[in-house]
């Protein structure tokens, strides 16, 4: 399938969507064409991946966790504390055997982009950063703008900056971190270093 014909699945997906959930699933495409232009990726293949991310952002934690053991997605630790998690797991799983999305890095854009993945492609990267700093985003937490201006020149950097920041206040809140959010957040660290 072509990644024109999978955006067009995902915008199908979301017809039906609250408001709120397709109109930042708009500004996610747009920012994520932005940094594919800046950093040289592939715009479409950012722009299909932010098409498909949140198409379960909608349902409640007791629907997730119940589609999530239906469809076999690995629920841990950091999952059963934080069900929504599984939104994107969730997603990528029903674009793979629903919606027919036959590309792999895709698929792992859209299961890795809340908790970040140390394999993440670039594009995965975009999209990710994208996701976190959507402008309403930044206008509710301020903070958030050194994100957003790292992720203009290194995305890894800026992913590392936006992770560690949500670690802080996971701590601060006694709320469980997850492992891959953390083996990410030590390997974009060092390569941001090295850049
Ligand atoms: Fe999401
Ligand atoms: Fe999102």
């Known amino acids: 399938m072509s990644l024109a014909a999978a955006r067009a699945r995902f915008e199908a997906e979301l017809a039906d969507r609250p408001a709120w959930l397709r109109e930042h699933t708009e500004r996610v495409i747009d920012g994520a064409v932005r940094l594919a232009q800046i950093h040289e990726l592939d715009p479409e293949r950012c722009a299909a991946a932010a098409a498909g991310h949140d198409i379960f952002r909608h349902l409640k934690a007791k629907e997730l966790l119940e589609r999530s053991r239906n469809a076999s997605v690995p629920i841990g ?73 790292a992720a203009q020149h290194d995305l890894a950097a800026a992913a590392a900056l936006f992770l560690e920041r949500r670690m802080i206040a996971q701590l601060a809140g006694g709320a469980l971190l997850h492992p891959l959010a953390v083996a990410a957040r030590n390997t974009f660290r060092q390569r941001g270093a090295q850049s």
Not at 115 to 144: C, W
């Open 77 to 149: 630790e950091a999952e059963l504390d934080a069900p929504i998690i599984l939104h994107g797991p969730l997603a990528a799983v029903h674009a793979e055997f629903a919606l027919g999305v036959d590309d792999a890095d895709l698929l792992d854009t859209i299961r890795h982009h809340t908790t970040a993945h140390p394999d993440m492609s670039a594009e995965g990267l975009a999209v990710f950063l994208a996701d976190k700093i959507d402008p309403q985003k930044v206008a509710r937490d301020p903070g958030l703008e050194s994100v957003a201006a």
